[in-house]
């Protein structure tokens, strides 16, 4: 008797990752992130901090080190047609009494309303990241706008569209 197992993948999509303000980067699992200037539509300003994220390998604190801040705007070519997931990555790295709150609307919909980095962890300097369902439509981008509701401006470090894989497919054959 001969028992042969096979499991079949969809072909493999590359997400893709922008790191908002800052340079080209390899992250620590080998993982590329593009600058931002292609999908930035309203930029506010760049801040770039020389800091230590408790909660992330420090080779990838770049990532978190840079943000933007401001009233925002970005235009993101889905990679793939069908379910995404964007990932927005965030850390607090002000030294400040301020709360940072601000919305989060993805293609005109409101996803998230009061949206507050530090009360999420209740300190700084920790990465969290927030992640949204989005559809990759043919032809259209995934538009990202945060827009401040009090205190400071609304900020964002990193950016991710990665398509949502279906599980793999295994066949049993028995002979």
């Keep these: ?8 993948y969809e072909g493999y999509i590359p997400p893709l990752r922008i790191n908002v303000g800052g ?15 292609d999908y930035v539509r309203r930029g506010g300003t760049v801040e770039n901090l020389d800091v ?10 770049p990532l978190y080190q840079t943000q933007r801040q401001g009233d925002l705007k970005f235009s ?14 965030f850390a607090e790295l002000c030294k400040c009494d301020d709360a940072r709150v601000f919305n989060i609307e993805i293609n005109g919909e409101l ?5 507050n ?3 999420a962890y209740g300190t700084d300097k920790l990465a969290l990241q927030s992640t949204y369902e989005v559809q990759g439509i043919k ?9 401040p509701s009090s205190g400071l401006p609304p ?14 497919t295994t066949t049993t054959t028995t002979t």
Excluded: C
Excluded at 1 to 8: F, K
Excluded at 139 to 147: F, H, T, V
């Design 52 to 61: 230590k994220v408790k909660n992330v390998d420090p080779y990838d604190w």
């Design 139 to 147: 032809g259209d981008n995934i538009n990202l706008k945060l827009s």
């Design 1 to 8: 008797t001969t028992t042969i197992t096979t499991t079949t």
């Design 155 to 168: 900020m964002v470090s990193a950016i991710e569209l990665v398509p949502v894989i279906a599980q793999p």
């Design 23 to 37: 340079s080209a980067f390899v992250d620590s699992q080998g993982l590329w992130w593009t600058d931002d200037a």
């Design 76 to 89: 993101l070519p889905p990679p793939a047609v069908g379910p995404l997931m964007l990932i927005l990555h």
């Design 117 to 119: 980095v530090r009360a």
């Design 111 to 115: 996803r998230a309303s009061n949206f």
